[in-house]
Nanobody, 129 residues
Framework: QVQLVESGGGLVQPGGSLRLSCVAA????????VGWFRQAPGKEREREAV??????????WYSDSVKGRFTISRDNAKNTAYLQMNTLKPEDTGVYYC????????????????????WGQGTQVTVSS
């Protein structure tokens, strides 16, 4: 079965850290750009692009809201992508979705209804004291 499976979400206090993982099953991530989107509370179906990483890790992008705090990475040998999130803020709260697409620009979109070749099921991140 072809799928992306996220893990690592949870409840964390402001200023804390979380590391999200995204494992691909049924296909190889080698030829795909990977990235992360998030859906804020009350924003049904709207997803904000957070970060993207090219297939060979040469191209990388972060939204202004997370730049300097989040780090995206990938391990093609493990068919896995990661999002290290530091100095978390309450406004980072939401459901985080990983995605894979052959086009890196997919992850720089401002479209609130982005499209990608593959999506994970989402993992909840809650930043609250």
């Amino acid at each position: 079965q072809v799928q992306l499976v996220e893990s690592g979400g949870g409840l964390v206090q402001p200023g804390g850290s979380l590391r999200l993982s995204c494992v691909a099953a049924g296909f190889s991530l080698d030829d795909y750009a990977v990235g992360w989107f998030r859906q804020a509370p009350g924003k049904e179906r709207e997803r904000e692009a957070v970060s993207g990483l090219g297939s060979e890790s040469r191209r990388i992008w972060y939204s202004d809201s997370v730049k300097g705090r989040f780090t995206i990475s990938r391990d093609n040998a493990k068919n896995t992508a990661y999002l290290q999130m530091n100095t978390l803020k309450p406004e980072d709260t939401g459901v985080y979705y990983c995605a894979a697409d052959r086009e890196f620009l997919t992850f720089k979109t401002t479209d609130p209804y982005p499209e990608a070749d593959y999506w994970g099921q989402g993992t909840q991140v809650t930043v609250s004291s």
